[in-house]
């Protein structure tokens, strides 16, 4: 069998995530064979003895792939624990049956449509730069947008000194206190929507992603989750083989 890196063992074995397998590493608690294990290391599955916490971990015989989407609701974390006691996707997930991992991240103050998974594999594709899909949201900001903000949304911009990809904005609609706009990303920056409204003015009210590609979250009730249908399943695969960056 071929080696893989240690971290990637800990999620193809749904213990805990790539990134968490990682801190474990670099704090010490993860042996191989019996030595402190190093950053980076690569093991060889079922001849390597890997163990977290003196509890060796072992590959499932039969491991089910599952693919979900959830409702974020607002306030809650996209991690699967966090230290400080706070609220986090993992427990909207328990009954799924298995444990699985967020694929991409919506911050703590965001909503809508996350994916996830136990496919360590089709994650990791999907969340590097090279084969990132489009992702739609939904925003709330106070008060009216003048044309020549929408167009500046719609405009190549910096953020954090980093030139972004042009980011599709419409005007969805117009209320008396706000109004709403549809924006399309081909990339994820940290609070990338937030920023870009941040430096026209706007005040978001409200941050929902309604789709990933062309699965929708529809009518799914905000903390709810459902699995994926085998059609949206290849959809996610055949994008993360041969979608390109924008």
């Known amino acids: 069998m071929e080696s893989v890196k240690l971290q990637k063992y800990f999620t193809d074995c749904g213990i805990i995530s790539r990134r968490a397998a990682e801190k474990e590493i670099a704090e010490g608690r993860v042996t ?28 499932p015989k039969f491991k089910k792939n599952v693919y979900i989407m959830l409702n974020k609701p607002r306030g809650y974390l996209t991690t699967m624990s966090d230290d400080r006691g706070r609220k986090t996707v993992a427990e909207l997930t328990e009954d799924v049956g298995t444990r699985v991992y967020p694929v991409g991240r919506l911050d703590m103050d965001s909503e809508g449509l996350l ?3 136990n496919d360590g594999e089709l994650a990791l594709k999907l969340t590097h ?12 900001v106070a008060g009216t947008v003048p044309r020549e903000k929408l167009k500046a949304l719609n405009s190549p911009m910096e953020i954090d000194g980093y030139q972004i ?13 706000y109004s709403v706009l ?17 430096s026209q003015e706007l ?15 529809g009518d799914l009730a905000p903390g709810r989750w459902k699995h994926l249908t085998s059609t949206q399943v290849e959809y996610l695969k055949g994008s993360a083989k041969t979608n390109k960056k924008r």
């Not at 730069?129 to 709330?140: A, F, L, N, T, W």
């Not at 994820?188 to 941040?198: H, L, P, V």
């Not at 005040?203 to 979250?217: D, F, H, S, W, Y």
């Open 32 to 59: 191989v064979n019996g030595t402190v294990a190093t950053e980076g290391q690569r093991i060889i599955p079922g001849k390597d003895v890997v163990a977290w916490k003196g509890k060796e971990i072992t590959m």
């Open 115 to 117: 994916l996830l998974t």
């Open 129 to 140: 730069p090279r084969h990132e899909i489009p992702k739609i949201y939904h925003v709330r």
């Open 165 to 177: 990809l042009p980011v599709k904005t419409e005007l969805v609609s117009i209320k008396k206190e």
């Open 182 to 198: 549809r924006m399309t990303l081909f990339e994820g920056r940290n609070r990338q929507i937030r920023k870009m409204c941040e």
């Open 203 to 217: 005040e978001v009210l409200r941050l929902c992603r309604i789709a990933i590609g062309n699965i929708a979250l």
